[in-house]
């Protein structure tokens, strides 16, 4: 998939909420449709403002840096708290921008050869009705989303990037202590805790896509690396000192990518006053909270449905002699695929002249390329 010119406005949960401040009047109304009973059956809760991650700093008309916190009030997808973050502290939210843009380039690169190859849209809903179907594709959208914001604001603030020497906050979220840059991997994580997990914590989490969506959220961002360094004479490791950093964030990708393939199937389940989630079969074993969890089956993504942003996979690129997801049997659904020849252009007969450069020449190649029916 080429490059996006440009990013959506956020990263939305619903299809037509993200409305960004807490409704009022006919929107409250609107935000109630839905029984219990629908998000059981299909994890979804219709119009349900509060299922938005608002990455809303990845729109075009941003590009530059964000400096006034004025502006905080017209962006779209906040919620109110997120609003209130941005005006305290305004220099973050080129951070959370940037993490957005991470979120969805990474999320396309781990899935450029899956049926749902993390298309994008244009507006408010960047993934459509995927993000808000409760299958494993939402559940990754959620946890490398998370990632992303935890991961910009740790490189912003070990950097110091455009940020005060000072970035601490107050915040009424409990359990948060914030330290500013004296720990960088902390701060960028309790940060994305407060930023990203907002819209769900500040109306309850009695909801199970809440309940799912605040778990994928933290996994994403337990993803981290230990880093070693040995101290003794002579290059001896007598004594070993370790530290918690973020890896690159392709890691995070891989890692995410790997708890995608390997997530569990929940349902709720009302223990006392509280709704858990549970794996739905017994012979799963209970997940982690490392582990990726969903709450209904994913579609096939054959058939292309815009108003939902699934492309399908008609007219894509696939692997005839591949068994994988990118194999034409697979990739295709069964509806077969055709081959044409397709010239290529590469870098041949390379010679090094001294000194010092290599010129090479450019050879010409027909190659079968092979796109679903």
């Known amino acids: 998939m080429k490059p996006l010119e440009s990013k959506a406005s956020c990263v939305s949960l619903e299809w ?50 964000l400096q006034d916190s004025s502006a905080c009030e017209g962006l779209k997808g906040l919620a109110e708290e997120q609003v209130r973050i941005c005006q305290r502290q305004v220099e973050a939210m080129d951070s959370v921008k940037h993490g957005a843009e991470l979120a969805i380039e990474e999320c396309q690169h781990q899935f450029h050869n899956r049926r749902w190859n993390c298309s994008t849209l244009q507006g408010l809903q960047v993934f459509g009705k995927v993000a808000i ?24 603030c070990s950097r110091g990037d455009s940020l005060p020497a000072s970035w601490t906050l107050s915040l009424s979220f409990p359990g948060f202590q914030w330290s500013g840059c004296s720990d960088n991997l902390s701060y960028g994580i309790a940060f994305s805790q407060a930023f990203v997990d907002n819209p769900e914590r500040s109306r309850g989490v009695s909801s199970s896509r809440a309940l799912m969506n605040l778990h994928n959220n933290e996994a994403g961002r337990k993803v981290k690396l230990v880093e070693c360094k040995c101290h003794g004479v002579s290059g001896s490791c007598e004594v070993r000192t370790c530290w918690k ?28 006053s509280r709704k858990l989630l549970v794996p739905k079969s017994s012979r799963f ?26 492309f399908g996979t008609s007219g894509r690129q696939c692997n005839r002699t591949s068994h994988a997801m990118d194999g034409c049997e697979l990739l295709c659904c069964g509806r077969g695929f055709r081959t044409a020849q397709a010239e290529r252009v590469e870098r041949c007969s ?24």
């Open 245 to 272: 950093a973020m890896p690159p964030f392709r890691k995070v990708g891989n890692v995410l990518k790997e708890k995608f393939e390997g997530a569990t199937e929940v349902h709720p389940k009302r223990v006392g």
């Open 133 to 156: 179907q409760g299958t494993r594709e939402s559940a990754f959208i959620h946890a490398i989303s998370s990632a992303g914001v935890a991961f910009a604001v740790t490189q912003a």
């Open 350 to 373: 390379c010679k090094f002249h001294w000194c010092c450069s290599v010129k090479c020449k450019q050879c010409h190649h027909l190659v079968e390329v092979h796109t679903c029916r």
């Open 16 to 65: 037509n909420c993200c409305r960004g401040r807490k409704a009022r009047g006919s929107d409250v109304d609107s935000a109630r449709i839905g029984t219990e009973e629908e998000e059981r059956t299909t994890g979804i809760r219709p119009s349900d403002p509060t299922a938005c991650i608002c990455l809303s700093l990845i729109q075009p008309s941003l590009r530059g840096t």
């Open 285 to 310: 074993k209970p997940y982690t909270a490392h582990d990726l969890v969903y709450l209904v089956a994913s579609p096939d993504f054959c058939d292309r449905d815009p108003h939902s942003g699934v």
